[in-house]
């Protein structure tokens, strides 16, 4: 008769506790790895939120141009900022910044080394435009843009005092005797104006059963401002951008270059110039309509007409001292070959109903005075101003 087994064999128990041995590793293993990314993820969250700080730090820029050591745009450079020690790690923080047109890149790199020495890395970008915090609230677009994004969603040449018809065009009275009369109706799409009549004495009086004898010439809108530095010696870019003299009573009309222009309906202007005297008004605001050609565009100058404040004399357009004489600059570009400010040009050449020609500039100054000369607007560096001015009239030797 066998004798049954009793006990476990020593080769048995050895095979068990090298299987318990073995499974108790990968436990362990699987644990240090969990802990590792756990620690990884720890890190990375902490470097994200060290980048993002940066960014917001230098997005919230309180000044265009500040001093050295200021959160400043013109101080946003790269560079380096001081390690920071976070939770379970150290963190380096480098910041490169590429300066373009009108706002700078910068990229922000947080790098730290993780518990196995291992070197890890965040980055973030952004774009900062370089627009002063108080304007912030603005859009700037270029013409062709969104018309959801102009004011009005409006084409952009429209003046913002114009009344929306609610058929798709907007009614706007340029300055008139009166109140009354002209009436110019614009398409809100392309900004193309319609010239009309209307008993109206105000643009917000202005509706579709108060508008009528409409023209069939399709015209642009030329407006701008005078500004006036004629109580200056020699007025510099500065009284350029900041003149502070008072409004001469003026006329503005449009001496037309090219061919083709219709007889019929004539180019019109208007201004708010003071009729009597004495006044504060410090500028003139003008608006015309010009007609482009048959090919759809329009070449021509503008010129400022003097008259004298009620039943005074005219001012006088010249190159010389004296009471009375004056000089006409044009708020423009540095040189005629190669314009850095295409949308303010000296002369108007092959301008079409895209083009905006709004914001053009005039500043009268003494008649023995240079016309104010500067750089060309740079956004890039905080100028967003062009103060450089031409002379127009009389018009150069």
């Not at 990968?26 to 969250?45: C, E, K």
Request: aromatic residues 8%; contains cysteine; proline residues 7%.
């Amino acid at each position: 008769m066998a004798r049954p087994q009793q006990g476990v064999a020593l080769v048995e128990a050895l095979v068990a506790l090298a299987v318990m041995a073995f499974g108790m590793l990968g436990l362990v293993g699987v644990q240090a790895t969990l802990r590792q990314n756990a620690d990884t993820a720890r890190q990375r969250s902490e470097s994200v939120r060290i980048a993002q700080e940066e960014v917001e730090t230098w997005r919230a820029f309180a000044l265009l141009n500040g001093p050295t050591g200021s959160i400043s745009y013109n101080t946003l450079l790269s560079g380096s900022a001081t390690p920071i020690s976070g939770t379970n790690a150290t963190y380096s923080v480098t910041r490169s910044v590429n300066a373009e047109a009108g706002y700078k890149v910068m990229t922000v790199d947080v790098d730290w080394s993780d518990r196995n020495a291992a070197a890890q890395k965040t980055r973030l970008s952004t774009a900062i435009a370089a627009v002063a915090p108080e304007l912030a609230g603005t859009i700037s677009v270029p013409p062709q843009a969104s018309l959801a994004r102009h004011p009005g969603s409006r084409a952009a040449g429209i003046p913002v005092q114009a009344r929306d018809l609610g058929n798709g065009t907007s009614g706007f009275l340029p300055p008139q005797a009166g109140g009354g009369g002209v009436a110019w109706v614009f398409n809100n799409t392309t900004g193309v104006i319609t010239v009309c009549h209307s008993l109206a004495t105000s643009t917000d009086a202005l509706t579709l059963a108060n508008i009528d004898a409409c023209g069939s010439n399709a015209g642009q809108l030329l407006s701008g401002f005078v500004r006036f530095a004629y109580n200056i010696a020699e007025p510099t870019a500065a009284n350029a951008e900041f003149p502070t003299a008072t409004a001469l009573n003026l006329d503005v009309t449009i001496a037309i270059t090219g061919t083709g222009y219709p007889v019929s309906p004539a180019f019109t202007c208007f201004d708010d110039a003071p009729t009597t005297a004495p006044t504060a008004q410090t500028a003139v605001r003008y608006y015309c309509v010009v007609f482009p050609n048959s090919d759809g565009k329009w070449s021509g100058t503008s010129m400022l007409i003097p008259y004298g404040l009620g039943a005074g004399s005219p001012w006088v357009v010249g190159n010389a001292a004296g009471t009375g004489i004056y000089r006409v600059c044009r708020y423009t570009t540095a040189t005629i070959d190669n314009p850095p400010n295409p949308q303010h040009p000296y002369t108007y050449v092959d301008v079409n109903a895209n083009d905006l020609m709004t914001n053009q500039n005039f500043l009268v100054i003494a008649g023995a005075s240079a016309c104010p000369s500067d750089v060309p607007a740079d956004p890039s560096a905080g100028d967003f101003v062009n103060s450089n001015t031409r002379q127009q009239q009389p018009a150069p030797a």
